[in-house]
C-alpha cells in the first residue's frame, strides 16, 4: 500500500510493519534512558542504530560515552576504546536478543518474525499508533513484561521496554531522538515518546 493511501487508512499490525520496512543498508538516531531509584538522574545515552545487512544490528552510543555493540548470528560483540572486545551469546541476554529482534524485524517489516515470537495488539490511527508485543516465550516473559512501540504514519518514534521487575526504558528513534536531542536536557521523554509537541 502506498504511504499516502495507508495513511488514510485505519492501520491494523501489518499495515503498520509493512510500512516501517526500511531497505538495507539503514540508520537512525536513537536517544536511550534508564531510569532507576538507584540513580539520581535517569541515565540517557544517544547514537545511532545501523543495519548494514538484513543480519546485522549495530548500535553506536556517542554520548555520554563511546561504545558498539553489534549483533549477528546469535552473538553480540561489545567494543570500547583501549579495551578489548567482549563477547557472549544473545542467550544469555534475553532483553537484547528480544530488542535485536525487533528491531531487526520491524526494519525489514518481517511481521511473520514478530508474530512468532510476541502476540501483537495494534491501538490508535495513522496520525498516532501504537504497537504492544507480548513475548510468547516462558523465559522471555518472565523477565519481560512488554514492549510497546509509539509512531506516526511510517515513522517508529519510541520503543518502551517494560521489564517485570524494575521501570520503563524508553528509547526514541528518528525525528523523536532528534527532537529530544535539540531539547537537550529540557527535553520531555515520555511526551515525545508518544508523538507529542516537538516531533514532526
Known amino acids: 500500500m502506498a ?14 510493519l509493512r510500512a516501517l520496512a526500511r531497505p538495507v543498508p539503514a540508520a537512525t ?11 539520581k538522574a535517569p541515565l540517557r545515552v544517544s547514537g545511532e542504530y545501523r543495519r548494514p545487512d538484513a543480519g546485522t544490528l549495530v548500535r553506536e552510543v556517542r ?5 558498539t555493540t553489534t549483533i ?5 560483540v561489545l567494543a570500547r576504546a583501549g579495551k578489548p572486545d567482549r563477547r557472549f551469546p544473545l542467550a544469555r541476554a534475553p532483553e ?4 535485536h529482534g525487533s528491531f531487526g524485524a520491524l526494519l525489514a517489516g518481517d511481521a511473520e518474525t514478530l ?3 510476541y502476540t501483537i495488539d495494534a491501538q490508535g490511527g495513522a496520525d498516532r499508533w501504537s504497537l504492544r508485543l507480548v513475548p510468547r516465550d516462558p523465559k522471555l516473559a518472565a523477565r519481560l513484561r512488554d514492549l510497546v512501540l509509539h509512531g506516526r ?9 517494560t ?16 527532537a529530544a536531542i535539540r531539547a537537550g536536557d529540557a527535553a520531555d521523554i515520555a511526551a515525545l515518546c508518544r508523538g507529542g509537541a516537538g516531533v514532526g
Open 96 to 99: 537484547l536478543a528480544a530488542l
Open 72 to 76: 549477528r548470528d546469535g552473538e553480540a
Open 115 to 117: 508474530r512468532r515470537h
Open 153 to 161: 504514519g511510517a515513522d517508529l518514534h519510541c520503543i518502551e521496554n
Open 63 to 67: 554520548a555520554p560515552y563511546a561504545e
Open 3 to 16: 504511504p499516502s493511501a495507508w495513511a488514510q487508512a485505519s492501520p491494523d499490525s501489518g499495515a503498520i
Open 163 to 178: 521489564p517485570v521487575k524494575g521501570d520503563v526504558q524508553r528509547t526514541l528513534t528518528g525525528v523523536a531522538a532528534e
Open 29 to 39: 538516531p536513537f536517544v536511550e534512558v534508564r531510569e532507576s531509584q538507584m540513580l
